[in-house]
């Protein structure tokens, strides 16, 4: 079974620059998630979504944040303009809705964003 | 308060020995407990999930809950240098009573396993 697919896995742009991040969830997960983490931190929700409708979108600085799930597959995550404290890696990651493991998480391998 | 905090590191333990991991959380009516290790520059992946009250065993992993106190660890038997890693603890809540519901991580705790 393939796994949680992201692009790019290396980014580095300027500040104020935008960017734009890929993930293809594994196939028949319903639930897609955007995590940001920090080193040294632990991954933080930005965006929940069921299907292609938000669940959770609290954390998601919507000032310069947004993302999308088009046709309920494929998600995107834009920033613009970066900001310095931006730099870390964008986890996605997918679950089923309903599962007997009770909605295990499957993380991609992430996006490393550095901003200079 | 964090949602979800855990034991400061970096633990150190020698090869062979337990390695405790703890982690305390905020929500009451959190319900799924998780987990995770990541190895430096890698994604996080699921060792243990548990639900219910009490000890759940895998090979060398025991996890443990206990709601009453918000408390759930993880221990490792004969720890070995390929278990060094950062351990990240996770706390699923319903998010508006959805099935839904939020994963929230803890900071993490570096364990470095000596040979």
């Known amino acids: 079974e393939a796994g949680v697919a992201q692009s790019p896995r290396y980014k580095i742009i300027e500040k104020r620059q935008s960017v734009a991040f890929w993930c293809n969830p594994i196939s028949g997960h319903a639930t897609l998630y955007w995590y940001q983490q920090i080193l040294g931190q632990g991954p933080k929700l930005l965006i929940q979504?069921?299907?292609?409708?938000?669940?959770?979108d609290s954390q998601l600085p919507k000032d310069r944040f947004s993302a999308e799930r088009l046709k309920g597959v494929d998600s995107t995550l834009k920033i613009q303009p970066a900001k310095l404290e931006d730099s870390a890696v964008y986890l996605c990651?997918?679950?089923?809705?309903?599962?007997?493991?009770?909605?295990?998480?499957?993380f991609g391998e992430g996006s490393w964003l550095t901003v200079v | 308060q964090k949602e979800v905090e855990q034991n400061s590191g970096p633990l150190s333990v020698p090869e062979g020995a337990i390695a405790s991991l703890n982690c305390t959380y905020s929500d009451r009516v959190s319900q799924s407990f998780f987990w995770y290790r990541q190895y430096s520059g890698k994604s996080p992946e699921l060792i243990m999930s548990i639900y219910s009250n009490g000890d759940k065993e895998d090979g060398r992993f025991t996890a443990q809950l206990n709601k009453a106190s918000q408390y759930v660890s993880l221990l490792i038997r004969d720890s070995q240098p390929s278990d060094s890693a950062t351990y990240l603890c996770a706390v699923r809540s319903n998010a508006g009573g959805t099935s839904y519901g939020k994963l929230t991580f803890g900071q993490g705790t570096i364990l470095t396993v000596h040979p």
């Open positions: 979504f069921q299907n292609n409708g938000v669940v959770d």
């Open positions: 990651a997918s679950s089923l809705v309903r599962s007997a493991s009770g909605n295990t998480i499957y």
